[in-house]
């Protein structure tokens, strides 16, 4: 076993001694809200928004990127689960503004092993066999976080699933501050009609 294996389990088994009335706890958000922000590890939806289990959907993606699937959550979460207000959250110094999608083809197609990071951009060891399968992905990178973040949120918005009295905010989370900064364009972009 390895030791980050154990290290889950014995921090679940401990998580689990004191669930207690986290079981009767509803399906549905109980703050009737979704976010969706990236997956880096950095972020912490629970700290950063206040959240307690129950509290909100969160969907997460390289990026937080308003990517199909994610839509897909967002529209589960209000059709079916009942959220009333959603949150496109990006943040400072985001891995998807270091590569293009030719990079990262690139990197699959020579090697499926882990690619590092060096002086010149993205490096890969080049031990095969790679793939060429990632040529057919849109792997969603960013170039400017406030125009993507914006692309985002006005992407959710008119979505032909997504009902227009559902209010969708755009925030950046600095990383070196902990802050959530509003862009008001992708704010502007997410308002009510």
Avoid at 30 to 45: H, Y
Avoid at 91 to 115: I, K, N, P
Wanted: proline share 5%; with cysteine.
């Amino acid at each position: 076993m390895s030791q980050i294996r154990d290290e889950v389990l014995a921090a679940n088994a401990a998580y689990a001694q004191d669930f207690g009335k986290k079981a009767d706890l509803p399906a549905p958000p109980g703050r009737r809200f979704a976010i969706l922000t990236c997956m880096d590890a950095r972020l912490d939806p629970a700290k950063y928004a206040g959240l307690a289990e129950g509290d909100a959907h969160v969907i997460r993606n390289a990026g937080g990127r308003a990517s199909d699937d994610a839509i897909r959550s967002f529209v589960i979460s209000y059709k079916l689960l009942g959220t009333r207000e959603w949150f496109v959250i990006h943040h400072t110094q985001c891995g998807m503004a270091t590569f293009t999608d030719e990079v990262m083809r690139g990197l699959l197609a020579s090697s499926l092993q882990t690619a590092t990071m060096g002086a010149s951009g993205w490096q890969d060891s080049g031990e095969g066999p790679g793939s060429t399968e990632g040529s057919y992905i849109d792997w969603l990178t960013i170039s400017d976080s406030t125009k993507s973040l914006v692309e985002d949120v006005t992407r959710v918005r008119n979505h032909p699933l997504v009902p227009g009295d559902i209010p969708i905010y755009g925030y950046i989370y600095n990383v070196k501050t902990g802050r959530l900064e509003e862009v008001p364009e992708a704010t502007e972009a997410g308002k009510v009609p």
